[in-house]
């Protein structure tokens, strides 16, 4: 089975901290992983992906992932967080046996305070 | 440059009427998708279309069905709403080849339709 999981439902950082945001996949093969943010009455934005290559992965807004086959995760990261990178964040895998489709996380909040 | 464009934004349905949902794409992409999203529940997938002409069931299907009309658009009905089709609804596309190592292009999602069925 193709699958995604984002432990945490909520993640709490104060600006200026780094921020994770954790994703774990499962799928046989190399896989696409993708991260897209979503703004409140938005719909989902792409943000990065990983096809192949680096394991170290730049995107927009000045975030990146690391991706890690041995732990099979997938984790969004920034160096320094601001107020408004508070949205909703997440992960997905497309499919390889049926690569018309994604499966998605179900999402983690971040929030960062001032 | 208006990616993936739905209508309506808002609707507000009594239990039993139907309705279709728009979604239209200028990205001459080959795949599209509808999404609901429900608190805590993430994207759950209702049906997809590879490509013009072809559908097919996602994850909820039930109570919703599907027409590609042509490459750009591809719209959703809900013949008898029900209060538990109350969601956001996104309407996505994608590139996708037939050779697995082309399809490594991300979705573009629509702003959501919001439906509340009383």
Redesign the interface.
């Given at each position: 089975a193709q699958s995604v999981a984002q432990p945490e439902?909520q993640v709490n950082v104060a600006e200026g901290n780094p921020l994770t945001v954790k994703c774990t996949y499962s799928v046989s093969g190399n896989p696409?992983l993708?991260w897209?943010v979503q703004y409140p009455?938005?719909?989902?934005?792409?943000l990065l992906?990983y096809?192949t290559g680096d394991n170290l992965v730049k995107g927009s807004y000045g975030f990146e992932a690391e991706f890690n086959k041995s732990q099979t995760s997938f984790h969004l990261k920034k160096p320094s967080a601001l107020v408004s990178d508070s949205a909703l964040y997440?992960c997905?895998v497309?499919g390889?046996y049926n690569?018309?489709?994604?499966y998605?996380?179900?999402?983690t909040k971040l929030n960062v305070k001032p | 440059n208006a990616g993936?464009t739905q209508t309506p934004k808002f609707q507000v349905l009594k239990t039993g009427q139907s309705m279709t949902l728009q979604c239209a794409q200028d990205m001459n992409h080959n795949?599209m998708?509808w999404y609901r999203q429900d608190p805590?529940?993430?994207?759950r997938?209702i049906y997809?279309s590879?490509s013009e002409g072809t559908t097919?069931k996602?994850e909820v299907p039930n109570g919703y069905n599907v027409s590609r009309l042509n490459k750009r658009e591809f719209s959703l009905r809900l013949e008898s709403a029900a209060p538990s089709q109350t969601s956001v609804y996104?309407c996505?596309s994608?590139e996708?080849r037939v050779e697995?190592h082309r399809?490594?292009q991300?979705?573009?999602?629509?702003?959501?339709t919001r439906l509340s069925i009383l």
């Open positions: 439902d696409y993708f897209y009455n938005r719909g989902l934005q792409f992906k096809i997440f997905a497309r390889v690569f018309n489709k994604f998605f996380g179900s999402g | 993936v795949s998708y805590g529940m993430g994207l997938l997809y590879a097919d996602g996104f996505a994608s996708a697995w399809s490594n991300p979705q573009h999602f629509g702003d959501g």
